[in-house]
C-alpha cells in the first residue's frame, strides 16, 4: 500500500481578489508511470466547494481546473505543488477554516485501483 502523504501545502489558505487559493503538495507517487491526478474535491467548513470554475495555478502559469481534468503524469510529473484558486470563495485574512483536500491518483497498471490521499486541516486564513 502507498504511503499516506501530507497534500495541503505550507503556503495553506490565501485570500486573494479572485477567490480562495489553496496550496497542494502533490504526492510523490503521481510520477509512477502513466498514472493520472485529479483534485476530486474541496470542502470548506464541511460544506462542498464548487470546482467547475476553479484554476490550477504552478510556474506562473494558469489553467482551468475542468481542462486539466484527470491528467496524465506529464502533466504534474515535475512539479512538488501547485495552487488551488477557488473563484467565488471570499474569506477574511486572519479567520480560520477547515479545509479538507481530496486527491486521486490512478496507477493504470493496477486495474481498478484508485489510490485516495485525503488530507483535513485547519487553517488561518494569509
Not at 10 to 24: K, Q, S, W
Not at 103 to 108: A, E, K, S, T
Amino acid at each position: 500500500m502507498l504511503p499516506v502523504e501530507r497534500i495541503i501545502g505550507e503556503e495553506g489558505l490565501t485570500a486573494t481578489p479572485r477567490g480562495a487559493r489553496l496550496a497542494m503538495r502533490l504526492p510523490w507517487y503521481r510520477s509512477l508511470p502513466f498514472s493520472t491526478v485529479e483534485v476530486a474535491g474541496v470542502t470548506l467548513d464541511g460544506a462542498p466547494v464548487d470546482l467547475a470554475d476553479a484554476v490550477v495555478e504552478f510556474d506562473d502559469a494558469s489553467f482551468p481546473l475542468a481542462e486539466i481534468g484527470e491528467q496524465t503524469n506529464a502533466f504534474w510529473f515535475v512539479r512538488d505543488s501547485a495552487f488551488l484558486v477557488m473563484p467565488g470563495v471570499e474569506l477574511a485574512a486572519g479567520s480560520e477554516h477547515e479545509v479538507s483536500l481530496l486527491l486521486h491518483v490512478n496507477p493504470p497498471y493496477i486495474p481498478g485501483m484508485k489510490r485516495v490521499n485525503p488530507q483535513t486541516a485547519t487553517l488561518r486564513v494569509n
